[in-house]
């Protein structure tokens, strides 16, 4: 079991930068592919970025491909997605996720089976 919490989220003007924090609980963050996923108004969720367990292999949507990248820091248990220029259609709630341990990354949501909370993100034109 892993327990996931968002932060770094904010209001920033088009253009700008935010770098989102994913924290996860337990000894086995390392074992763990992750991902970032968000859900814009009225949107259904959908997939950012994902990262493999040492972080070697990483993937992105199209629509966030070289302006946001995905890392992790193992020894910390924590997550990063850093995002810039952001866009005001990058406005939504992320989440950050987890697959099963030992299980490859993935961009299908259903495969996650840990979940955050979310952190909100604005992005004003």
């Known amino acids: 079991q892993v327990q996931l919490v968002e932060s770094g989220g904010g209001l920033v003007q088009a253009g700008g930068s935010l770098r989102l924090s994913c924290t996860a609980s337990?000894?086995?963050?390392?074992?763990?592919?992750m991902g970032w996923f968000r859900r814009g108004p009225g949107k259904e969720r959908q997939f950012v970025a994902a990262i493999s367990q040492g972080g070697s292999w990483t993937d992105y949507a199209d629509s966030v491909k070289g302006r946001f990248t995905i890392s992790r820091d193992n020894a910390k248990n924590t997550m990063y997605l850093q995002m810039n220029p952001l866009k005001p259609e990058d406005t939504a709630v992320y989440y950050c996720?987890?697959?099963?341990?030992?299980?490859?990354?993935?961009?299908?949501?259903?495969?996650?089976?840990?979940w955050g909370q979310g952190t909100q993100v604005n992005v004003s034109s």
């Open positions: 337990g000894r086995t963050f390392s074992s763990h592919a």
């Open positions: 996720a987890a697959r099963p341990q030992g299980a490859t990354m993935s961009i299908k949501e259903y495969e996650y089976h840990y």
